[in-house]
């Protein structure tokens, strides 16, 4: 069994930046596939940007390409999501969640085996 406690989650100003912090449980972190998704009210959660981890390539949806950087910091058994130059529609609850048997498919929801219980990112105009 694998918790996820996200946090950093707020308000800001259209133009501003947060970053969301992702902490896990388990001996394994550096294995896991570690993901976030995105969900605003009335639509389906998207895949935002994941981290293959044990030096796996990251990758990214087109629109926080050049915005949004995920890492992790092994030790501390974290994930994180910088997200900078933000826009009222990235607006969202943000998820992170670990898929623990990685594979090559990154980007589907159904693919992770955790999730964290989500924290509200809002951008102002």
């Known amino acids: 069994q694998v918790q996820l406690v996200e946090s950093g989650g707020g308000l800001v100003q259209a133009g501003g930046s947060l970053r969301l912090s992702c902490a896990a449980s388990g001996r394994s972190f550096r294995t896991y596939t570690m993901g976030w998704f995105r969900q605003a009210p009335g639509k389906e959660r998207e895949f935002v940007a994941a981290d293959r981890g044990s030096g796996g390539s990251t990758y990214y949806a087109d629109f926080v390409k050049g915005r949004f950087t995920i890492s992790r910091d092994n030790a501390k058994n974290t994930s994180y999501l910088q997200m900078n130059s933000l826009k009222p529609e990235d607006t969202a609850v943000y998820y992170c969640?670990?898929?623990?048997?990685?594979?090559?498919?990154?980007?589907?929801?159904?693919?992770?085996?955790?999730w964290g219980q989500g924290t509200q990112v809002t951008v102002s105009s």
């Open positions: 969640a670990a898929d623990v048997n990685p594979t090559l498919i990154i980007a589907s929801p159904r693919h992770y085996d955790y």
